[in-house]
């Protein structure tokens, strides 16, 4: 049987669909995103047992072998979730639909649900897609560049070209750079850092010794020199020499400038790797279809481990 988040129906997952599928199709697509290695048939994930009674009334399941009971989301991000499995699996269509991002408020509006359910929902959604670019390596040819970010940011910076951004580094002590690594037409690596220059020894970590690797101007890539094949690119006179160039990286700074302007309008400092991370998924996902995209969220969820930052985030 085919998983229903990879079947041609899903390929354009639309709202509507979600909701006329039912909670037990919904239930279903969890399991199949959960043990995909077992056609969604339910795995102890004590022991790994493939025999377990159901327990259909609880949607529980417990171990012939070790008699360990769970159900599908126990000890994934989902765990003791709130929400009917259609609202977490239109929350996940919701997420990824949103190309700048989805603000908590929204997700909260569209769901009717409280908004603390939903800002740990997002992100934990978050914490699934940067699973992905964890421990990456990076090769081929790949742009970096920094950006800062975070801290309060008056409206009129979002018009100041990027010289003027880097002189703002004393304007607010709560600003921080992202850095990011991207392969041209591949996957991107980001990391925050405390200044540009501190980026160099992530990038020395994530990127492979044969990679070409393409930098602006700026002095603290010079160092690059040393270990890489490295094109700089003077942005104070072109954007592309044909060759030389960051277009991927700024796009992807584009995108995640448009996530904290037009979405959140303000990203607190502890949350601003992880809104890199979800930029950084977005831009290397942008071609997927939004069907695809939920189940690589949804994939990644349920094979990630409940979440440390965010489980019983407000009983704390
Ligand atoms: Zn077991």
Same mark, same amino acid.
């Given at each position: ?30 399991? &199949? ?33 070790? #008699? #360990? ?30 190309? /700048? ?14 908004? /603390? ?14 699973? &992905? ?21 008056? @409206? ?68 690059? #020199?040393?270990?890489? &094949? ?47 991370? &979800? ?16 189940? /690589? ?7 990630? @481990? ?11």
């Amino acid at each position: 049987m085919q998983r229903f988040l990879l079947s041609a129906a899903a390929r354009t997952l639309s709202l509507k669909a979600v909701f006329r599928m039912g909670e037990d199709k919904a239930y279903r697509t969890f399991c &199949e995103m959960r043990w995909p290695e077992n056609d969604g048939e339910a795995v102890c994930p004590r022991c790994g047992c493939t025999e377990t009674y159901s327990i259909t009334t609880r949607r529980k399941f417990k171990c012939v072998a070790c #008699h #360990h009971q769970f159900s599908v989301t126990s000890g994934t991000i989902f765990a003791s979730r709130k929400m009917s499995f259609t609202d977490l699996l239109a929350a996940i269509v919701i997420f990824v639909n949103g190309a /700048k991002g989805v603000a908590a408020l929204h997700l909260s509006r569209d769901l009717d649900c409280q908004y /603390k359910t939903a800002f740990v929902l997002t992100h934990k959604l978050r914490e699934a897609m940067a699973r &992905e670019d964890m421990g990456r390596t990076l090769s081929g040819e790949v742009e970096v560049d920094g950006a800062y970010f975070g801290g309060y940011v008056k @409206p009129a910076n979002a018009k100041e070209n990027r010289r003027d951004r880097r002189l703002a580094i004393n304007q607010n002590g709560k600003r921080e750079v992202v850095v990011v690594m991207r392969e041209r037409d591949g996957k991107s690596v980001t990391a925050v850092h405390k200044t540009e220059g501190a980026g160099v020894a992530t990038i020395k970590a994530t990127v492979s010794a044969d990679t070409v690797i393409h930098a602006d101007e700026a002095s603290h890539w010079d160092v690059l #020199h040393a270990q890489y &094949e490295t094109h700089r690119i003077n942005h104070s006179q072109t954007y592309s020499d044909g060759y030389a160039c960051t277009n991927m990286a700024e796009s992807f700074f584009s995108r995640l400038r448009r996530m904290e302007i037009g979405t959140h309008h303000h990203i607190a400092g502890r949350y601003l790797a992880s809104y890199a991370a &979800e930029a950084s998924w977005r831009e290397d996902n942008r071609r997927v279809s939004n069907g695809g995209m939920a189940a /690589k969220v949804g994939d990644a969820a349920m094979a990630a @481990p409940v979440s440390r930052q965010w489980k019983g985030y407000w009983q704390r």
